[in-house]
């Protein structure tokens, strides 16, 4: 496998600890009976499977065979739900750093069909950290308030 592979089936192992991260905040949030963002992390959680999905498709469809790696244990405790939010968008951050890496590496590879798959990517990080962004400005106006709380719950839980 190219180094650029290489890399690309790294990120396809991240997308799934990412996925794996996001399940251990919905457990978090069910535990504090909070279904509707338990659902959110959830729902987060798929897309990050459908991540990983695109980069193995990706992968095979250039006949490399993805390699699935350990995934680390996922932390527990988030803080209150604000942090726990918090903790996400930072992820996200994370995410967005690394996909600009390989999109760079890409490019210095002269790799023009990877190049064209990961701006599928870079483009989806701009919509993340958009909605986590709101959602934490939405968080800090109601101040961990339960009124404000419950109301989020519910406008999530239908997302
Ligand atoms: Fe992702």
């Known amino acids: 496998m190219s180094k ?4 690309i089936n790294k990120q396809y192992n991240f997308e799934i600890e990412s996925a794996y991260l996001y399940v251990s905040m919905a457990h978090y949030m069910e535990e504090k009976g909070m279904s509707g963002f ?18 193995s498709h990706y992968l095979f469809s250039i006949d490399e065979k993805p390699t699935l790696e350990a995934i680390k244990k996922p932390q527990e405790e988030f803080g209150n739900f604000t942090e726990t939010f918090k903790a996400a968008y930072e992820h996200e951050q994370e995410v967005t750093k690394r996909i600009n890496e390989l999109y760079d590496f890409s490019i210095e590879e002269n790799d023009h069909k990877a190049t064209s798959m990961l701006q599928w990517f870079v483009d989806e990080q701009v919509e993340e950290e958009d909605s986590f962004r709101t959602l934490i400005e939405q968080l800090e106006r109601v101040n961990e ?14 997302r």
Not at 4 to 7: G, V
Not at 38 to 55: P, T, V, W, Y
């Open 145 to 158: 308030s339960w009124a404000g709380l419950y109301l989020l719950d519910e406008k999530l839980g239908q």
């Open 38 to 55: 338990a659902h959110f992390f959830l729902k987060q959680a798929h897309e990050e499977i459908e991540h990983a999905e695109k980069m």
């Open 4 to 7: 650029l592979n290489d890399a």
